[in-house]
């Protein structure tokens, strides 16, 4: 009887402590995609997007205060502002926004592009490489001008989201079908020929296009756009003005980029720079520049020559690979940021 | 084994019970770690114990806490050195190891013409050359090689959440989809200790089976109790049903005994109005334990027994058979004192006096009777003390009889019953004061006791708490007991010679009223009796 007590009551005891002893817990994390996640959650979007729009517009109201106090000089505040921006921007975005500042001294706000906060796309990137590209299509400013493409670019891990550019999106342009932000796009290396051309190669044609105009043999390949027609209407009129001088202008792709991603149908969205230098040689005369470029040049009139540093960042639509479309240029902004001359 | 079962059971709900509230396992699972300058959780740590976890980081200065995809997370640490918790090393240690953000890969460089030019060349400048190439990439955090080794993640478009504080950061993560780690990190320097809290779902899987078990093992444990004390009521009935038919008188003797004490009311009927008078008498009884003639006696030792019984047998005249061999020195003394007594009791009835005298021992007896119940006793000592004190009172009670078997009306019904049969029977007993009963019961304390007992246990069986309350009092009244030492079981064998007699027809009758068996085992019946209170040992 004790006996079976005895070892109902070890039987008890045992079971009690293999009770307490509850295994160590152990992390098992969710396998990684075989795919790459977007990089960004929708949250982050919003913030990366307010932290953007909160520094711009923050350089613009201090710009546009120190612009007003100095009363048509370029107030020397403009460097610890540029600063501010750097925080943001960076690439063309960055070097357009100063230059915009400086034309402010001649031009006015209307010379600074607004850039609103508001998004209505947003362009993912789906990936866990770096740098990041996040495109963002902004609401309709205030001003009544066309929606902007933003392009931001996160270059290492620790960098932030930097404005990279911003382009105007030419009106009747329809943005290409793109993935859902849950879904992401995929970023599409330089030279990675997934669509009909590689990122590169479009900027490389481009130039090439508003170099030789309807002689380049990539003439077709492009909708013509409204930049291309700006230049050279711009160039037109230099020549004119300018009467026994010379007008050239350079046209090569900017350093940076360019960026992008695919499509939902395979082609691209493809965002570069083209740096332009239109110089002008003039012979026995004396040009007087009327408009702000006068501000980037620090005086009206020069009798030898002028040279213009223009920035522009241009976006395409590639289509996907075999396609016999033409590269749509969805939009572009076209910005003197040097101006040198005597 | 009974007890033992109940024991167990006990012991069983006991620590199920235990096991749910002291033993309870704590509700928070706290694990802790230190690194320096950062720490970095792997996927799936985070809620590897709970599906919510609270986060605390300590350090000197600045702490930043940061949640953000594994991947980012250790891309943003990049070559640098962070301890990784990989898992729990115990219960209140996080397991880690040292090593690079991303093994075998070194931060990200940034990508080739974006930036690589673009040492933040004062834009102020405005050299073609910066428009063409420039991206001044002014990274919100130090470069790891910068600032001393330690960048400051916080502000990081990385993260999906994060909390800074200065010396200590809090941070509470639910589960969600996803790979997801977290980085704590003291940007000013030092050691960062890591604290993950988990909530625990505290289960207590012992509490149901402990309870249940346990309750099983009582109830059984309960249940054997019962059938001993069923199978001991039965000797006891069966006992009981040889006693009455002898002397119907025990239950109501008993139960006035218990209560007002009234037994000694009941001879006054015999006086004549006799009721109201014994309850004065009452107190008489107490002073019983010295009746008049069984004082000297009574101061000797723990003769009490005998004098009672030669009292009783006193007026029966024939108790000397009875009495005669175990307390043969006894009897004359007795005889004399009896027939004197008896004699002074004729003369005196009317008088309360002499009944008082009579009666009080009884009333004493018949409360011990009552809880010497052979069931209801599970020591066995208590209850051949019991047993041992009756005697006396069964014996006195005897002359009594006759006037008690028309007042039926306090006893329950079935004993009313059986008292009146029994009461036909008794006439004999008293009318016949030979005593069959009367001597019986003095004679054989054991087997006597028990019919006693028998009856008043039986007319009380409802009431279990009464007769522990009776058995607890007379536990407490050791002065009773003396009656002990006199006769032990060597008296035991009397009783079996006695139950024949009381073996009538009218005794069948009321044993097959109650479906018990007939009389003729009686003696072996009255062994089982014995048998139980062995076994109540054995409990």
Redesign the interface.
Known sequence: ??RR?RA??LL?GA??LA??G?P???????A?PADP?P???P??VD??LS?VTTVVSAADAAALAAISAADGEVPDS??SI??DL??RL???A??MR??QYVLATQGGAGAITSIPAGSQTVIEPAT????RVLMVVTDPPKDLQAPLLLTL??????????L?SWARLYGGVKMPPTATPDVGSRPIAADDAAAAVAPKDVLARYVDVLTNGDGSKYASQFTTGPLRTRITQQRDAWKQAIGQGSVTETY?A????PWALATADGGAIVVGSV?T?TTLTLVDSTLTIADATAALLGANTVSKELTI?W?STVAFSVPPAGSEKPITVLGAEHVP??VTGS | ?AS?LCL?GA??AG?GVA?ATV?R?DDQ?VASASGEPYIVT????L???ADEVQVTARADGKVVIALG????VA??V?SDTATHV???R??STLATTVGPGVPGRA?????G???A??A?S???S???S????????????A??SDAGGV?DPA????W?QQVTGTDTATFSWQRQ???WSLLAAAPDGGPVRLTLS?PQAVTT??LRPGLIVGGALFVAGLAWWIVLLVRTRDTAAVALVARVTRRPEQPRARRGGRHSQGIPVVPAPDAGDGAPTGRAATPARWSVAAPAEGVRAGEQAGSTQPRVVASVAGPTTTPPRVAGPPQAPLTRRALREMREREERERAAQPDATGPSADQAPPVSAPERGEPAAPGAVPVGQVRRRDLRTQPPPTAQDHPVMPAWSEPPTDMRLGRVVDASRAGTTAPDGTTAPDGTTAPEGTTAPDGTTAPGDSAPEAAERPGWGRRLLRRRRRGDRPEEAPAWAPEPEAESPMVLPTPPEASGPSADAWRRAWGLPPVVDRGAEAEPEWDDSSEEEGR
């Open positions: 009887m004790t007590a109902a009551a008890l079971l009690l009770g307490c509850q160590l817990p152990q992390p098992s994390p969710q990684s996640l990089a960004l959650g949250d982050q913030r990366v932290d403009l460097d540029d600063a750097q925080n960076s690439g063309p960055a070097a100063r230059a866990d490489a770096w740098p670019v996160q270059t290492t891990p620790r960098d932030q989201y930097h990279w090569t900017g350093d940076g980029g740096s230098v540093h920035l940021v040097e | 084994m033992l167990l012991a069983a620590l096991s033993w396992a699972l792997d996927p799936g740590v809620g590897m114990a995809r594994a991947d980012d891309a943003w990049g990989t898992g729990l115990n219960r931060t990200p460089e940034p990508s013409s974006a930036s030019s673009a933040p004062a834009s102020g405005a050299a073609p910066t428009s063409s190439s420039g991206s001044p990439t002014a990274s919100a955090s470069s790891p960048a502000g990081s478009d990385l999906v989809d996803g790979r988990w899987p012992w």
